[in-house]
């Protein structure tokens, strides 16, 4: 894995709800990041050793943008670099992948930072994509103006029905059966067909149960794992997630991902951890 060390400039720190959408200029990491990956960065204040991981939004023409909601005293105080302030960055991290012809991208709330650059990835070069974005209120699904700026069929879902469709992402999937289909079909007795779109997600991890429970074993689908990442190169083993073979064994996330093919991660094992 080749990453580098960069002093990035801040050029822009806009409000995006509760979050901040920060634009730096990082000429070397801009160049090399791609899809999915993720920088780390330094806490610019006394008493931080850990950087703090965060997905690349989006890239392109020497500049990077981060989307960042502060959840922790950390967090919240790179949020708080204004315009001509030194952001200390390490990356890119993570594996490249390849983003099937078919799929369907699903976010949860802040989700939406790990996979936009995807996304818009897709959408840049003439692909038809589609966005299935949930979060818990309107309040928290982000990034509405630079998902606006791309053609992409989004559709939005909100717990509280506050914007958009009423319910969970998970349930909006185009083409998944509907609750009365399955019903019927295990009274029937008969098998639905799996699942043939490529499924990308990212979100909470009760939301990723919850896919797994409703596309099943046989569907093409893959998690972005947002763990605690302290190295990004798998040596501090801090975003283990479990897989199923070796039994009871983990994969770093940020040596193996963080994209995460579905069909390997143990999914009971997971869901137990939440």
């Not at 309040?139 to 914007?163: F, I, M, N, P, W």
């Not at 639905?192 to 896919?211: D, E, N, Q």
Request: charged share 25%; hydrophobic share 45%.
């Amino acid at each position: 894995m080749t990453y580098v060390r960069e002093i990035a400039t801040v050029i822009a720190n806009d409000a995006d709800g509760d979050a901040r959408m920060l634009r730096l200029g990082a000429l070397r990491i801009a160049a090399a990041a791609r899809p999915f990956q993720f920088v780390l960065a330094k806490v610019p204040a006394a008493g931080f050793m850990l950087r703090r991981p965060l997905s690349i939004f989006d890239a392109g023409d020497e500049e990077i943008e981060l989307l960042i909601r502060p959840v922790s005293e950390g967090t919240g105080r790179l949020c708080r670099l204004a315009p001509g302030e030194s952001c200390d960055l390490t990356g890119p991290f993570g594996r490249e992948f390849d983003v099937p012809e078919d799929s369907v991208f699903v976010a949860g709330g802040i989700g939406v930072a790990g996979i936009f650059f995807a996304l818009a990835t897709a959408a840049r070069s003439g692909r038809k994509a589609a966005l299935v974005y949930g979060a818990r209120t309107g309040a928290q699904l982000y990034a509405g103006r630079q998902l606006g700026d791309l053609a992409v069929d989004v559709t939005s879902v909100t717990e509280d029905g506050s914007s958009g469709l009423k319910g969970l992402a998970a349930d909006f999937i185009p083409g998944i059966p509907s609750a009365e289909t399955k019903l019927m079909s295990r009274a029937l007795k008969e098998d639905l067909p799996p699942y043939r779109r490529a499924v990308i997600a990212c979100g909470p991890r009760a939301m990723y149960v919850a896919l797994h429970k409703i596309l099943g074993d046989d569907a093409r689908w893959y998690a972005l794992m947002e763990e605690r990442m302290a190295c990004g190169v798998g040596a501090c083993r801090s975003c283990a997630v479990p897989v199923r073979e070796p039994a009871g064994s983990y994969v770093a996330a940020c040596e193996e991902g963080p994209l995460v093919d579905a069909a390997a991660v143990d999914w009971g094992r997971l869901g137990e951890e939440i």
